[in-house]
C-alpha cells in the first residue's frame, strides 16, 4: 500500500529559528513530490520536487529530494510567525493518484 | 493566474437533499480532482478526472457522483449524505502538459450533514 510519512507531527520553536521537516515515502510509480501550506484554507503550493539532489529555493525556504532514500525535507531558516502553518507533503503516483501526508504543525512563538 | 473557484463556499444539507458543488478553472489545466477534508487531518483524495475522462475513484460511495461537463468544470452531485460526510470538500486542478503536476487548489466548500 503507498504511504507518505510526515515527521514531526508537531513543532514548536521561536522565532529567528532554522527547522526541518521530513518527508519520506513508499510507493510504486512515483511520478513527483509536493509541498503545500496549509492556514486555515486551502492548501497553498510550496514547491514540486521530481529528480533528485535539486534544491528549490524560494525565500526563506528551500527543499530537496532524495528518490534513492525515499524522502524530502523542507528547511525554513529564520522563522517568523507568519510561517506557522501545517505544512503537507503529497506523493503524485501514477495516474494521478495523490497520497498526503498527514501534515507537520508548525508553531512559531514571537 | 492559478485562480480555481468553488460554489457554494457553505453549505448545509439534510440526509434526504440532492445539492451539487461546483469547481471551476480557466487556466487550461486537464486534470481536476475533488478531495475531502476532515478537521486536523490531510486531504483525502476521492476523484480525478485526466482529460475529461475519470480516471481515479478512491472507492467512494455512491452517494456521491462526479462529472465533468468540460475541461473548464467538475461537479460533485451529493444524494443521501450522512452527517459523518461533513468535511471540507476541495476541488484541484493541474496542467499536466510538461510534466506540470502541481495542483492547485480551490478555497473549498464546508459542507455540513445534518
Known amino acids: 500500500e503507498d504511504k507518505v510519512v510526515q515527521s514531526p507531527l508537531s513543532l514548536v520553536v521561536h522565532e529567528g529559528d532554522t527547522v526541518t521537516l521530513n518527508c519520506s515515502y513508499e510507493v510504486t510509480n512515483f511520478r513527483s513530490l509536493l509541498w503545500y501550506k496549509q492556514e486555515k484554507k486551502a492548501p497553498t503550493f510550496l514547491f514540486m520536487l521530481?529528480?533528485?539532489?535539486i534544491e528549490k529555493k524560494s525565500g526563506r525556504l528551500s527543499s530537496i529530494l532524495d528518490k534513492k532514500e525515499l524522502f524530502s525535507i523542507l528547511n525554513i531558516t529564520a522563522t517568523q510567525t507568519g510561517d506557522s502553518a501545517v505544512y503537507l507533503c503529497?506523493?503524485?503516483?501514477?495516474?494521478?493518484?495523490?497520497?498526503f501526508g498527514a501534515g507537520t504543525r508548525l508553531f512559531v512563538k514571537a | 493566474d492559478t485562480e480555481v473557484t468553488q460554489t457554494p463556499k457553505h453549505l448545509v444539507m439534510g440526509m434526504t437533499n440532492k445539492k451539487s458543488l461546483k469547481c471551476e478553472q480557466h487556466?487550461?489545466?486537464?486534470?481536476m480532482y475533488w478531495y475531502k477534508q476532515k478537521a486536523k487531518k490531510p486531504p483525502e483524495l476521492m476523484f480525478v478526472y485526466s482529460y475529461e475522462k475519470l480516471s481515479i475513484n478512491e472507492s467512494v460511495p455512491s452517494r456521491f457522483s462526479p462529472e465533468c461537463p468540460n475541461s473548464s468544470l467538475l461537479n460533485l452531485h451529493l444524494h443521501a449524505l450522512q452527517p459523518e460526510d461533513s468535511a471540507l470538500y476541495l476541488c484541484?486542478?493541474?496542467?499536466?502538459?510538461?510534466?506540470?503536476?502541481?495542483?492547485?487548489f480551490g478555497p473549498g466548500t464546508r459542507l455540513l450533514v445534518l
Open positions: 503529497a506523493v503524485v503516483t501514477g495516474g494521478f493518484k495523490t497520497i
Open positions: 484541484a486542478s493541474a496542467r499536466l502538459a510538461g510534466a506540470q503536476e502541481t495542483q492547485y
Open positions: 487556466m487550461g489545466h486537464r486534470a
Open positions: 521530481t529528480s533528485s539532489g
